[in-house]
């Protein structure tokens, strides 16, 4: 059984960081891709960003350059670095795992609850 437990959520001003956290539990995050996937109420869950090892990530044009993700392979741990934050990255933030790297969430077996950003203007 996986479970995937997200931290690090919370309300921050723009222009400022979080970092989320993706512990995860029952499977090694280094042989599996983990996504970062947000959304916010009434709209569609959207894609942020991948990692399936050191270096090999992806991330959508929306936070390109903004977030990084990583990871602690020791820890089975998978971070969201967010910088220069915007209001329009509020939402409810979601890690997820899954087989292949994929940007749509269908593709991932195993959700966490989510760890709400709120970014004030």
Same mark, same amino acid.
Do not use: H
């Given at each position: 059984?996986?479970?995937?437990?997200?931290?690090?959520?919370?309300?921050?001003?723009?222009?400022?960081?979080? $970092?989320? !956290?993706?512990?995860? !539990?029952?499977?090694?995050?280094?042989?599996?891709?983990?996504?970062?996937? $947000?959304?916010?109420?009434?709209?569609? $869950?959207?894609?942020?960003?991948?990692?399936?090892?050191?270096? %090999?990530?992806?991330?959508?044009?929306?936070?390109?350059? $903004?977030?990084?993700?990583?990871? %602690?392979?020791?820890?089975?741990?998978?971070?969201?670095?967010?910088?220069?934050?915007?209001?329009? %990255?509020?939402?409810?933030?979601?890690?997820?795992?899954?087989?292949?790297?994929?940007?749509?969430?269908?593709?991932? %077996?195993?959700?966490?609850?989510?760890?709400?950003?709120?970014?004030?203007?």
């Amino acid at each position: 059984q996986v479970q995937l437990v997200e931290s690090g959520g919370g309300l921050v001003q723009a222009g400022g960081s979080l $970092r989320l !956290s993706c512990a995860a !539990s029952g499977r090694t995050f280094s042989r599996y891709p983990v996504a970062w996937f $947000r959304q916010v109420l009434g709209k569609e $869950r959207e894609f942020v960003a991948v990692i399936k090892w050191i270096g %090999d990530t992806y991330y959508s044009d929306s936070v390109n350059s $903004r977030y990084t993700v990583s990871m %602690d392979a020791a820890k089975n741990t998978v971070y969201l670095q967010m910088n220069s934050l915007k209001p329009e %990255d509020t939402a409810l933030y979601y890690c997820a795992q899954g087989l292949n790297i994929e940007r749509t969430g269908a593709a991932y %077996d195993y959700w966490g609850q989510g760890t709400q950003v709120t970014v004030s203007s």
